[in-house]
């Protein structure tokens, strides 16, 4: 007989639930959506995908795929064949680095690339420098690894770019990998290629991995891009490329990324795949590959909308009194200085950023990103991936919270 139980101490879960938080977008996006529900005529800006549906191309090819049977079944762990070729043919076509078929693992979406590298490199107490404003996630994918984030924190006046005397400040004997996005989330900031390439010299020379997350790779606007650092490292000796098709191609809810590394790093993160997904939907993997043959069409008239709406949030926000913008290149993210509004003396009960966001959600229903999600308290994230009515709408809403306050 098997006794109930009554009134027994709390049985214990991972340490790890005292240091990992969640994904941090979630707590003011919750809450718009609650007052959405309530009828209230909320606009958001938090959203980190394209307002785009996925190409009626991709669709149609995964229509028909779905009728073919040997879908329904499992497939090779790093990825179906046909993709990874594309992955390869691509990689070269746009980023202009030369892999092979091998050097490709297919993973659930850029996120799980990212954590599944983090696996696959680290060791317990290894560091990962993480410049700051950062993407939410990767910090707390190098905890769940056993890694030690460290912060390499940058400001306004440098436009959130790192250098490498910060670099060699902060660098350790356990100092394993730097992660490095240009075009950045949240800021949109993107690196000249000197600039870019003064850091890649540095990883090389240090003997540090460059976990280089290229996921807005298309999202580029006046024509200034940064290589890849894949470019200048033929072997693939320290360079481990993140893609995917989620921003590029308007498939968020595909969840289809890929690693691109040295075989090596591959056959250990096919390692860990086998036994934590397997491999991806052959379905999605499908639209992926239909999305990387049919070129990038789509992805520039998705691309000018951008741009038409990044200049008209630029100019929106630089013409708000003492609100500093940085004029941001790529992605679909402009992140403004709002520290002035932050002090507790101009609005009441407002002392930092996430409370800046809910007064500006309470009182106006829109709804912005906290700078402190991305380690950046003072600031916000705006993301112009919503139509260009909402856009305008919302801009005026923030425009006329700060003209109340004078
Ligand atoms: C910088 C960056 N990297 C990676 C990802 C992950 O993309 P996904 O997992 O949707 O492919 C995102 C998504 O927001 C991102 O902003």
Redesign the pocket.
Known sequence: MVKILHERNIMKISDLNNSITPSGTMAISNKARLLKQQGKPVIGFGA?EPDFPTPSYVIKDVQTAAEDPINHKYSPVAGLDILKDEIVRTSKLYSGFNVQNENVLVSN????A?LTTFMSILNPGDEVLIPSPY?TTYPEAVKISGGNPVIVDTSFEDEFKINTEQLDGLKTDKTKILVW?SPS?PTGVVYSKDEAEAIYEWAFQNDVWILS?E??EHLVYDGNTSPSPAQYDAQLRNTIV?N?V?KAYSM?GW?V?WIIANTEVINMAKKIQSHATSNVSNLSQIAAYSALKNGLTETEIMKESFNRRRLFAFQEFSNIPNVKTIKPNGAFYLFPDISYYCDGKIINNVNNSIDFCNWLLDEYYIAFVPGEVFGKNGFLRCSYALSDGNLQEGLGRLTKAIKDLQ
């Not at 979406?109 to 799980?112: N, S």
């Open positions: 980190g979406g850029g996120k799980h990212i993407w996005v989330n997350d996921l807005y993140i995917g989620a968020t969840r990324g």
